[in-house]
């Protein structure tokens, strides 16, 4: 028996784990309008604060809502909790739409993105001047790329079957030690997400604009394109920081990976410095480190713990270690009108447990630059029939679709468990299914959306009748979790705490900025 069977069987043990996952999304989406082109209308006021409300954000621009769902152990549940709040904001935004791709929709001038705004309290100008640093730094193009993030953690009853009675020093340790296990077998293994799910094959020119990429793009009307292409959205044109590629963050462990990590909190940039920090009494960037802040780390994946009031998130990671993991990698998916299926989510389970039931060796010398490798192999040349790549430096390459048969192996394994736990067999047809599109690429969301492309002449033409669609959709939905008082008693509620926040404010912006950083200033 596998040492990953061995613990399989031990986790199903207590069949409850199966049925107790921890789950929450975050779905990001640009507002655009009628000529589907992005809209620069400010937050829609009817959605309250976007710097207090719980479920209704922006994020890098007042031009792209973010949805937060609460942590849910149900996946239908979860799901209707993402509606409802699409359904509220879609009837509160005029006769503008939501975008159904994670690149961006056209946009005339990239200076006229318009910036969030978080109000005039210390935080919320603090919100506003890091997205001012990330506009300097990268362009405000690839800061309106919208994604959707997943965040999973394990019920105790996992660890319980696992590791036994533990103390809770001991069981901080372990939960540390086991998601940063996962986390590096994500890595190893999670081109596979990108090549399932990735959906952005194609992109507007005004994306380019008359940039040199030095990619063969061919062209479907005006939409750039790459024929094997998956998730662009992942490469270098996207979410991807070149002044952090020699980072090489540990992800051997929390000490490890937080020594990193403050590293790059304090490693100056030479490139960042000529922007300046303060130019003629303006501020514009927190300063001028590769990092502002721990958020501009860009990674796939994240080890997060929900931190305190005032609490950095490196310091809720030391307090009490990891607590879930952040998967980042997910594009929007456009044939869903909340930009995620259940599907996805299901897989996800299979997929995450997997990855934490899985031996997982430590990283070595070059295993991150490999890993990379082959994510960008997938991001670029996913669908190529014959694309192979090596696992890690000191395997033999083999082929994509050989090696997602082998994890497709495993996961049916865990898919049975799940089933057996849960009733029905969802999580075994989603394997059934997404193996097939292992065999033919030409299934997968990238493969689905070239051929729409294809017969609509161009992504802008999809894009607004996936938009159209999706505006009638949501604008019918009935609410299944919340309701209309509990959207508007939020909207209030938000409004309220804002006004509280930048009441209480006793600090000078430029004493709260100090203070904020005065950690870089210590050895």
């Given at each position: 028996m596998t040492e990953f069977s061995a613990r399989l069987q031990q986790v199903a043990r207590n069949p409850e784990t199966f049925k107790y996952f921890g789950r929450g999304i975050e779905r990001e989406t640009l507002r655009y309008d009628s000529n589907a082109q992005l809209a620069l209308t400010p937050h829609p006021n009817a959605l309250g604060s976007a710097l207090t409300n719980r479920?209704?954000?922006?994020?890098?621009?007042?031009?792209?809502?973010?949805?937060?769902?609460?942590?849910?152990?149900?996946?239908?549940?979860?799901?209707?909790?993402?509606?409802?709040?699409?359904?509220?904001?879609?009837?509160?935004?005029?006769?503008?739409?939501l975008w159904p791709m994670s690149m961006p929709c056209f946009v005339s001038d990239e200076t006229k993105i318009p910036l969030a705004e978080y109000g005039r309290s210390n935080s919320g100008r603090m919100k506003n001047l890091y997205r001012q640093g990330l506009k300097h730094r990268y362009g405000s193009l690839m800061q309106i790329i919208?994604?959707?993030?997943?965040?999973?953690?394990?019920?105790?009853?996992?660890?319980?079957?696992?590791?036994?009675?533990?103390?809770?020093?001991?069981?901080?340790?372990?939960?540390?030690?086991?998601?940063?296990?996962?986390?590096?077998?994500?890595?190893?293994?999670?081109?596979?997400?990108?090549?399932?799910?990735?959906?952005?094959?194609?992109?507007?020119?005004?994306?380019?604009?008359?940039?040199?990429?030095?990619?063969?793009?061919?062209?479907?009307?005006?939409?750039?394109?790459?024929?094997?292409?998956?998730?662009?959205?992942?490469?270098?044109?996207?979410?991807?920081?070149?002044?952090?590629?020699?980072?090489?963050?540990?992800?051997?462990?929390?000490?490890?990976?937080?020594?990193?990590?403050?590293?790059?909190?304090?490693?100056?940039?030479?490139?960042?410095?000529?922007?300046g920090v303060v130019v003629d009494g303006e501020?514009?960037?927190?300063?001028?480190?590769?990092?502002?802040?721990?958020?501009?780390?860009?990674?796939p994946i994240r080890p997060k713990r929900v931190a305190k009031s005032g609490e950095k998130p490196s310091e809720a990671l030391k307090r009490g270690g990891v607590e879930y993991i952040e998967v980042r990698s997910l594009d929007v998916n456009p044939f869903s009108a909340i930009g995620v299926s259940k599907e996805q989510v299901l897989f996800l389970d299979l997929f995450v447990t997997w990855c934490g039931l899985k031996d997982s060796a430590?990283?070595?010398?070059?295993?991150?630059?490999?890993?990379?490798?082959?994510?960008?192999?997938?991001?670029?040349?996913?669908?190529?029939?014959?694309?192979?790549?090596?696992?890690?430096?000191?395997?033999?390459?083999?082929?994509?679709v050989h090696w997602g048969k082998l994890i497709f192996e495993q996961l049916n394994d865990i898919a049975i468990e799940m089933d057996k736990a849960n009733g029905g067999n969802d999580y075994q047809a989603v394997c059934q299914t997404l193996v097939s599109w292992i065999e033919d690429p030409e299934l997968t969301m990238s493969g689905r959306l070239l051929h729409l492309i294809r017969q609509s002449g161009g992504i802008g033409k999809v894009?607004?009748?996936?938009?159209?669609?999706?505006?009638?959709?949501?604008r019918a939905h009935q609410y299944q979790i919340y309701n209309q008082q509990m959207m508007e008693q939020e909207v209030v509620r938000s409004r309220q705490e804002q006004q509280q926040i930048e009441e209480s404010d006793q600090l000078s912006f430029d004493d709260f900025l100090a203070?904020?950083?005065?950690?870089?200033?210590k050895s």
């Open positions: 479920w209704i954000t922006t994020d890098f621009s007042e031009s792209l809502l973010e949805f937060i769902t609460p942590v849910s152990n149900n996946v239908d549940e979860l799901l209707h909790q993402l509606k409802d709040v699409h359904h509220f904001t879609m009837s509160n935004m005029g006769d503008e739409k919208s994604g959707v993030h997943f965040n999973f953690s394990f019920p105790e009853s996992y660890w319980d079957s696992l590791y036994g009675e533990q103390d809770e020093q001991q069981r901080a340790e372990t939960k540390s030690e086991g998601y940063f296990a996962l986390i590096r077998n994500y890595y190893r293994y999670g081109w596979i997400i990108p090549y399932l799910f990735g959906a952005s094959p194609a992109l507007c020119p005004s994306f380019i604009k008359g940039r040199e990429t030095g990619l063969p793009f061919e062209t479907i009307g005006k939409t750039l394109y790459l024929p094997y292409a998956t998730a662009l959205r992942l490469s270098d044109l996207g979410y991807t920081n070149s002044a952090q590629s020699d980072l090489n963050i540990s992800f051997n462990g929390l000490d490890e990976y937080l020594t990193g990590l403050q590293a790059a909190m304090h490693k100056p940039s030479e490139r960042f410095a000529q922007l501020h514009r960037q927190l300063n001028s480190n590769v990092l502002q802040i721990e958020n501009e780390l860009y990674a430590p990283m070595q010398d070059g295993d991150l630059e490999c890993w990379r490798g082959n994510w960008n192999n997938v991001i670029l040349e996913g669908r190529k029939p014959g694309l192979s790549f090596k696992l890690c430096c000191d395997q033999q390459p083999n082929t994509l894009g607004s009748d996936l938009g159209d669609q999706y505006r009638e959709e949501l203070d904020y950083f005065s950690y870089l200033k």
